[in-house]
């Protein structure tokens, strides 16, 4: 357990199908931390969606993740996320917070219905 912290998220749209996501997340009560991350999200067309993702604190950390949209409200997605339990991103995803300095790597699907 790290202490309390703070997360700003935003993103910069260039145009209607690409915008690149970023975020600065703080610990302010604890041991202080800071972690940033920077990313990339374009739809291609209708049905594809793709997002990357560099995440930047003690350990640099990675994630992609590609939908496809069957309909407006049903999608299915896969993706790959790498992450260090040193950072916050990784502390909150680990499997296992035996060893946070090991490198975790984790492969995902997943089906998405909005309502």
Known sequence: MEGLSY???S???LNKSTRIPFSIEHIF???EKTEYSLG????WGNQITTQSRIIKGVKWGLQHQTWYHWTNS???SIGWSRYSGENLFGARHIPSI?????IYDEFFMSMQ???
Not at 40 to 43: Q, T
Not at 98 to 102: E, K, M, Q, R, V
């Open 29 to 31: 009560k604890g041991r």
């Open 98 to 102: 035996a060893d946070p300095s090991l």
């Open 40 to 43: 990339l999200e374009r739809r």
């Open 74 to 76: 049903m999608a299915f």
């Open 113 to 115: 219905y909005q309502f």
């Open 7 to 9: 997360q700003v998220t």
């Open 11 to 13: 993103a910069y749209y």
